[in-house]
């Protein structure tokens, strides 16, 4: 696509209950990052794909954040059993190839109520 | 991991002001992305510069890779211009904290 597209853009998700983000990446782009941004915040890094391989996932805040990119294109992040303070913008962001050059989404912004 | 401050951390300026602000880094980068993140969220590219000067309209930017500092330039400041101004070093695409900038009317 023309760029990376991310959806939903708003999701309201009651404590304790999972949710699943999607990320589309621009086409052709073989790397792909997940971002958090609480308000008021800088983005912080979650994990980086390259293809269908998730080479680092260390900015993860915990064993309840799980993300897939099973075809090398779209990617979901999945929150198991939200807490308030998941709540926040998640963005997504695509590259040609690795630490380069990168192209942000809209975001998802997560409220946990 | 690599540090990334960004100065000023708020900035208010009159329409059609000029501006620098600033990224510093605490270690070398592969690379250097500067970002303008709009009041709906967006966040827009700005300039991939990981080392020289580029200009696009009336902002440039400039990244001394050697001395671990890259500036942006805003020149005759408009109301659009409002936002949050980030840099993020490549090395892990690390953010940092903004510069909130309000130009007003």
């Known amino acids: 696509g023309a760029g990376v597209s991310q959806s939903p853009r708003y999701k309201v998700a009651k404590r304790g209950q999972d949710v699943a983000l999607r990320c589309d990446p621009i086409s052709g782009h073989v790397s792909l990052f997940w971002y958090q941004q609480a308000l008021g915040q800088g983005p912080e890094f979650l994990t980086y794909f390259q293809n269908e391989a998730q080479l680092d996932k260390s900015g993860l805040p915990s064993d309840r954040f799980f993300a897939e990119r099973p075809e090398g294109s779209v990617s979901t992040l999945k929150i198991q059993r939200t807490q308030q303070e998941d709540s926040a913008v998640y963005l997504c962001?695509?590259?040609?190839?690795?630490?380069?050059?990168?192209?942000f989404g809209q975001g998802t912004r997560l409220t946990v109520v | 991991g690599i540090q990334v401050e960004q100065s000023p951390p708020d900035l208010i300026l009159q329409e059609g002001a000029n501006s620098t602000l600033r990224c510093n880094f605490s270690?070398?980068?592969?690379?250097l992305q500067w970002f303008h993140q709009n009041p709906w969220g967006q966040l827009i590219n700005l300039f991939y510069?990981?080392?020289g000067t580029k200009q696009n309209g009336r902002l440039s930017a400039t990244t001394v890779a050697t001395e671990r500092y890259s500036l942006l330039y805003i020149s005759s400041s408009q109301t659009t211009d409002s936002g949050v101004y980030f840099c993020a070093v490549h090395n892990d695409m690390r953010f940092g904290a903004g510069t909130r900038l309000t130009v007003k009317p």
């Open positions: 270690d070398s980068v592969n690379n």
């Open positions: 962001a695509s590259s040609l190839q690795g630490w380069t050059e990168a192209f």
């Open positions: 510069i990981p080392s």
